[in-house]
């Protein structure tokens, strides 16, 4: 019974409505637009935050990032020559951190130089990344063909390298490159393994991560071992710079990544390894980059970003709500003998509020069904032409059907309150 | 024959239509309108009652009072045995919709329905199933001789098939009372005698109808005529033929 009233009203309001079909056309313009750009702006906001994020994911949300950099004095004080400068991160840090923190898993010490790579008569400059065989561990770099390094490795020094995939093809041409021999800066190394990162979005934009941008963006990586690099290259490198003259620096490691248990030690482990390393550099050559409160970050300002797209995207709503409310009354005073009709013929007040308010829903739901297909299909676009991610969430769906809806219900409320509490006499004599 | 305006209680009880002392004022601003003033009318089961009187004498409030689209300001009204004159709007809606059906000098037809739909509007409102009432609402209309035209719009209707549909939807919920206000006002002669001749019938069928009119030919086809002046019954007798 209460289906077939259900019914009833629904056909009734088509039928209204249907008899007004530009009107009606042109009313729901202004949800379908609303609709389709609350979608599309939460798309393209949660594309950008979920490409951000993937990437900080990347650095790893349990790790703490600590990198040596060149303390400010040494960088504005040009005119000394040949003078050492020693700063840096040291393996005393990595024991220290090691020894005194509970809580950390793995703790990765690092090297990292520019050198050129020779094979064959070919020539690629490369990051030189001395390291430890537990690195794979706390990054998403991976072998992919052959083996990462090893203790024993480590233990002997030898002389083996990784290199990562995209400098295969620059370096080695068609030949197979494992078992091959690779010249870097005098001395010779065997390829053992090719190294691949495992997600796509990280290894593309390199620039966005912050652990890859002291051996420049676009350079390959050859894994080597981190005894072996220091046995090979030493710890004194000589800068020569227009301005500064030549320079000796002496830096042990460039980076020492510290992995803990869980999650939630991280920020509690970030202030242990702050204390420890205050302590010990009185020069402030080192910064901690913490991937999990960078994620946090970015998911602020996605907040933010989230938020203003999202409040236009509802101003657009509201104008189409009162545009609709407009029609509405007009509507409302257009059948104002209809109204005084049904009164007479027995409509409860309530019935004439149902009439006029599904009417109302009718016209912003349809308006919400064509603006999610639009809302849908712009995404689709942007991703196309923009080149840009994005990401129609289930969520935002339900989102702005819901705020369709809702506009409907609060604008349409008013005119069917109107119409229901005009004078039944006064509607009838209504020309 | 002048009719007594004091009626006795023993009357009052088998009367479908009971008025006692009923007023109706309006205030415009400052100024009190009194309209109706002191209605004494009994109306009973079966009757054919016309109801004249001059422009201003306070016929169409009578009647917007008598299908309880308006409240009295004091009196008291009871409709089949019971008091309307305090109550709620929603059930006052209940009563014009169940009790009472309304004839329209301008039709009033709702023109995006077609005479099926427009008939069955009462019944919709009184929670009939669409089945049930749809069914009724085409006997109706093959009742009123718009067996042939159950699916066209008001507006492709003559006025008096139209004023047949109206009628077809006032007795759609089987009233107490069908009450038509002019209901030959805006048709010619033809149609006019058309539609009074399916008053006659409804009226030999046993139902109470009470007419408003101006013209003294529809009046003369009542049993009873009430006429108003000035707000007041001014008479109120038995017409003899």
Not at chain 1, 212 to 238: C, D, Q, S, W
Not at chain 2, 74 to 103: K, M, P, T, W
Request: aromatic share 6%.
């Amino acid at each position: 019974m209460t289906v077939f009233r259900v019914k009833r009203i629904v056909r009734l309001g088509i039928k209204s409505l249907w008899m007004h079909r530009l009107r009606s056309t042109l009313t729901t313009l202004g949800i379908v637009f609303g609709v389709a750009s609350v979608i599309a702006m939460l798309a393209i906001g949660e594309g950008a935050s979920r490409d951000a994020q993937e990437r900080i994911a990347q650095l790893g949300s349990r790790n703490i990032i600590v990198k040596t950099v060149a303390p400010p004095e040494d960088q504005s004080a040009p005119g000394h020559q040949r003078i050492l400068n020693e700063y840096g991160l040291t393996y005393d840090d990595a024991e220290r951190f090691q020894n005194s923190i509970p809580g950390i898993q793995v703790i990765v010490p690092n090297r990292r130089l520019s050198q050129q790579a020779f094979y064959r008569n070919r020539r690629v400059p490369v990051e030189v990344i001395g390291t430890v065989p537990w690195y794979p561990s706390i990054s998403p770099v991976r072998p992919r063909f052959g083996r990462f390094l090893t203790v024993t490795d480590m233990r002997y020094k030898q002389s083996v390298c990784v290199v990562e995939e995209g400098l295969v093809r620059d370096l080695f041409g068609v030949d197979d490159p494992l078992g091959q021999d690779v010249k870097i800066a005098g001395d010779y190394y065997r390829v053992v393994g090719i190294a691949t990162t495992q997600n796509r979005a990280a290894s593309e934009d390199k620039d966005l991560s912050p652990a890859r941008k002291t051996g420049g963006a676009n350079l390959g990586g050859i894994y080597i071992p981190l005894t072996t690099v220091k046995n090979h290259f030493g710890e004194v490198a000589t800068q020569t710079g227009p301005a500064t003259g030549s320079t000796m620096q002496r830096i042990e490691l460039q980076e020492i990544i510290v992995q803990v248990r869980s999650i939630d030690r991280v920020l509690r482990t970030r202030q242990s390894v702050q204390a420890l390393l205050a302590l010990s550099h009185k020069k402030n050559d080192y910064e901690i980059i913490v991937p999990l409160e960078l994620m946090r970050r970015a998911r602020d300002v996605q907040r933010i970003f989230t938020l203003v797209l999202g409040s236009i995207a509802a101003i657009s709503l509201l104008v189409g709500g009162i545009g609709i409310m407009n029609i509405m009354m007009a509507t409302v005073s257009e059948r104002t003998r209809e109204i005084g009709i049904r009164r007479a013929l027995g409509a409860r007040k309530r019935d004439i509020v149902i009439q006029f308010l599904s009417e109302t829903l009718l016209l912003t739901l349809f308006g919400g069904i064509v603006g999610i297909v639009v809302g849908s299909a712009i995404p689709f676009g942007v991703s196309y032409f923009g080149n840009m991610r994005t990401l129609i969430t289930p969520g935002s769906l339900v989102l702005a059907f819901g705020i369709s809806s809702a506009v409907g219900l609060v604008f349409g409320l008013y005119p069917a309150y109107r119409a229901a509490n005009m004078d039944p006499i006064e509607s009838l004599r209504h020309e | 024959m002048m009719r007594s305006t004091q009626t006795s209680n023993s009357a009052m009880d088998a009367a479908i239509l009971v008025m006692k002392d009923l007023c109706k004022t309006y205030h415009l601003g400052s100024v009190e309108l009194r309209v109706l003033k002191d209605i004494n009318l009994a109306i009973h089961c079966g009757e054919y009652v016309a109801i004249m009187g001059p422009s201003g004498s306070g016929k169409s409030t009578l009647l917007n009072m008598i299908g309880c689209l308006d409240r009295p300001t004091a009196g008291d009204y009871l409709l089949g045995g019971r008091s309307v004159a305090s109550l709620e709007d929603d059930q006052l809606s209940l009563i014009r919709g169940a009790r009472i059906g309304f004839v329209f000098q301008s039709y009033n037809l709702i023109s995006q329905l077609n005479v099926v739909e427009n008939i069955a509007i009462p019944m919709y409102y009184q929670g009939f199933s669409e089945q049930a009432s749809v069914q009724r609402a085409r006997g109706l209309a093959t009742l009123v001789g718009l067996g042939e035209r159950l699916n066209h719009r008001p507006t492709e209707l003559s006025g008096g098939q139209q004023q047949r549909v109206a009628i077809a939807r006032a007795i759609a919920n089987d009233p107490l009372i069908i009450l038509a206000d002019e209901p030959t006002g805006n048709l010619d002669s033809a149609s006019g005698t058309e539609i009074l001749a399916i008053l006659d019938r409804l009226h030999e069928e046993g139902k109470t109808l009470i007419v408003v009119t101006h013209d003294e030919h529809v009046a003369t086809k009542a049993k009873r005529i009430i006429r108003l002046f000035d707000g007041r019954i001014d008479r109120d007798e038995f017409n003899e033929r």
